[in-house]
């Protein structure tokens, strides 16, 4: 999902220096890789990018004109701004993230579990989920989220856990975060009843999917002073009925990739053999592993979506609008493996927001409302970047051994 998507949080690795002692030798002061390899898991994960708008007046502006444009700017292109302000990321972050109860994380006292879990995605997850002992897990039934009027949100049935198997189960002694989920379903701006004039039978919700898996597993095997265990990590990743704008798009995830891509029933297979592919008005295209679903709005569209009121309406089509806007959604897996960590989700879902809306005020100002994009960096949307059966690791850390007392007759 994105721009190849490698640029995914990471867990650091840090070392710490020491200095000899008189009495020790260097053998002593050889740093292990210990056991205590970590791994998370959660329903969904986010990014952070918020919805904003910016309002900026040009032409011929005055003392004199002043008394004319304020009324316009404070009663109808106000209201505007401040309905384009927000983000669904932090109600997503409390009812199926880091906030809520839908996670489990590895802890100090956990014990490493005798048996390795079958291949992923056919592997089995603890049922029924006990949070304590060696496999700490969670499990819920439906989940929504309502960010109206932005984005709704609902999930099924979802579980994860998280596990480190003993190298008599597995030589490579891993530690992994598993997660998955049933039935994800996305709306965005849901007040618009006609979404796409062209093909009236597509609405809400514009994302849905059958399940989404993931698993992180980081292998802990390194050898008494080795810097990095001897088996990479790796990010697995799955999805299943995945459906855009009412099967304009449908896909897969298998191997970690998009698979069984149809567009406007023609099928490319992967993301690799899909061009930009426009229909009634909208266009598909490949953004890195995922896809990229961008469709113009209308003044009236917007205008809908927000749940505005009509007499904002009216008088706002007083000023002569024009529309650049446009909803993009950015839909797809991720994966990002280092040397010593993994991350994976198993299907992204982001939708985005962004161009301008321009207002003719009495032929002397214009008025431009700009809403910038959220796809940048490491976010893939501004209305709402889910990161859905989201799952991290890291093997054991470098620490140093310890350091012999000094004997009494050297002090």
């Known amino acids: 999902?994105?721009?190849?998507?490698?640029?995914?949080?990471?867990?650091?690795?840090?070392?710490?220096?020491?200095?000899?002692?008189?009495?020790?030798?260097?053998?002593?002061?050889?740093?292990?890789?210990?056991?205590?390899?970590?791994?998370?898991?959660?329903?969904?994960?986010?990014?952070?990018a918020t919805l904003h708008a910016n309002l900026q007046l040009t032409g011929s502006l005055g003392k004199l004109l002043d008394a004319l444009i304020s009324p316009i700017v404070n009663q109808d292109l106000d209201p505007l701004v401040s309905a384009l302000q927000g983000t669904v990321n932090g109600l997503v972050a409390s009812a199926l993230g880091a906030s809520s109860s839908l996670n489990a994380a590895t802890s100090p006292t956990q014990t490493q579990y005798g048996t390795a879990p079958a291949t992923f995605p056919n592997d089995t997850l603890p049922s029924p989920c006990v949070s304590s002992g060696s496999q700490p897990c969670y499990s819920g039934g439906s989940v929504n989220v309502n960010g109206a009027p932005l984005v709704s949100a609902s999930v099924g049935a979802l579980n994860g856990y998280v596990e480190q198997v003993t190298s008599s189960a597995d030589?490579?002694?891993?530690?992994?975060?598993?997660?998955?989920?049933?039935?994800?379903?996305?709306?965005?701006?849901?007040?618009i009843s006609t979404l796409i004039p062209g093909l009236p039978s597509v609405g809400?919700?514009?994302?849905?999917?059958?399940?989404?898996?993931?698993?992180?597993?980081?292998?802990?095997?390194?050898?008494?002073?080795?810097?990095?265990?001897?088996t990479s990590p790796t990010g697995l990743v799955s999805a299943t009925g995945v459906t855009l704008l009412g099967g304009l798009v449908t896909l897969s995830v298998l191997d970690g990739k998009i698979a069984s891509l149809v567009v406007n029933n023609v099928a490319y297979g992967s993301v690799l053999s899909l061009p930009t592919v426009s229909v009634a008005g909208v266009t598909v295209s490949p953004y890195g592993d995922a896809v990229l679903v961008s469709i113009p709005l209308t003044l009236d569209q917007i205008l809908a979506g927000l749940g505005l009121s009509g007499a904002l309406v009216t008088a706002l089509h007083g000023f002569g609008p024009t529309s650049t806007l446009r909803l993009k959604l950015v839909?797809?897996?991720?994966?990002?493996?280092?040397?010593?960590?993994a991350s994976a989700w198993g299907l992204g879902i982001a939708a985005d927001l962004s161009g301008?809306?321009?207002?003719n005020l009495l032929d002397l100002v214009t008025a431009n409302v700009t809403i910038p994009t959220g796809i940048t960096g490491s976010n893939y949307g501004n209305l709402i970047d889910l990161r859905l059966a989201y799952s991290t690791c890291q093997s054991g850390v470098i620490v140093p051994a310890t350091v012999p007392a000094i004997p009494p007759t050297l002090v």
């Not at 190849?4 to 292990?32: K, S, W």
């Not at 809400?204 to 001897?230: E, M």
């Not at 301008?356 to 207002?359: G, H, K, N, R």
């Open 1 to 48: 999902m994105g721009a190849r998507l490698r640029a995914a949080t990471a867990v650091a690795v840090t070392t710490t220096l020491f200095a000899t002692v008189p009495g020790t030798t260097a053998a002593a002061l050889t740093p292990n890789i210990t056991t205590s390899a970590s791994a998370y898991s959660a329903a969904a994960a986010t990014g952070n």
């Open 171 to 191: 030589a490579t002694i891993p530690v992994f975060g598993r997660a998955t989920m049933a039935n994800p379903s996305i709306s965005v701006l849901p007040g």
């Open 204 to 230: 809400n919700p514009l994302v849905s999917a059958t399940a989404a898996s993931s698993k992180a597993n980081c292998p802990n095997d390194g050898a008494v002073g080795a810097a990095k265990p001897k």
């Open 331 to 341: 839909v797809g897996p991720n994966t990002s493996v280092t040397s010593r960590t």
């Open 356 to 359: 301008s809306l321009s207002f």
